[in-house]
C-alpha cells in the first residue's frame, strides 16, 4: 500500500506541475508525443515477438496511402476534431467543475474517454489497446497542461494534445507507408 501512495503522489505532482510559458508548452507536447510514440513502438514489437499482428483492416483511401502533402496536413484538423471530443469536452468540463482538486474522478472520465477513444479506432481489441492507453496519455497530458481555474479557458490543453497527436499520427503514417 505505501507503494501505491508513493506513485499517487508523485503522479499528483506531476500533475499539479502545470507549465507556465510557450516554451513549457512546447515541451509538453513533445514529451506526449515521445510518451505516446513510444508505447506504440513498444506495443507493435511485442506484437512482432509474439506472432500476434491483427488481421488486415481494410485499407485506407488512397489519398491517405501515399506521400501526399495535402494529406499530410488534414492530420491536424482530424486531430483537432478527436482531442475535442475525446479531451476538451469531456475533461473541460470535468476540470471546470472539479478545478483539478478531485483527480480521482479527471482519471475516471480520462479512462471512459479513452476506452471511446480507442473504440472510435476500430471495434477491436488491439485498437483498444493500442488508442485506448495512447488516449489515456493525452488525457494524462490535458490535465498537466490545464489550469484547474473554472474561468479560464482550456485552449493551451488542447493545443498541447492536438500537436502530439497529429504528429504521432504523421510519422505513423510516414512509418507505415
Known sequence: MDWFRKR????QLWLWQRPRSFLGYASQAFQCFCCDFLWSFLVIISWMLFDFMPDPRPPAPQFFNSANPLALLLFFPLAFFEEIVFRYLPLGIAISIFQKQKLG??????????ISFGLAHGFYLE???LQGVAGFIYSLFFIKCASGNPRSHQIPPLLVTTVA???HNISAHLILM
Request: proline letters at 0%.
Open 127 to 129: 485498437s483498444l489497446y
Open 105 to 114: 474522478a479527471l482519471l475516471r472520465i480520462s479512462a471512459i474517454s479513452s
Open 8 to 11: 499517487w503522489y508523485r503522479l
Open 165 to 167: 497527436h497529429a504528429f
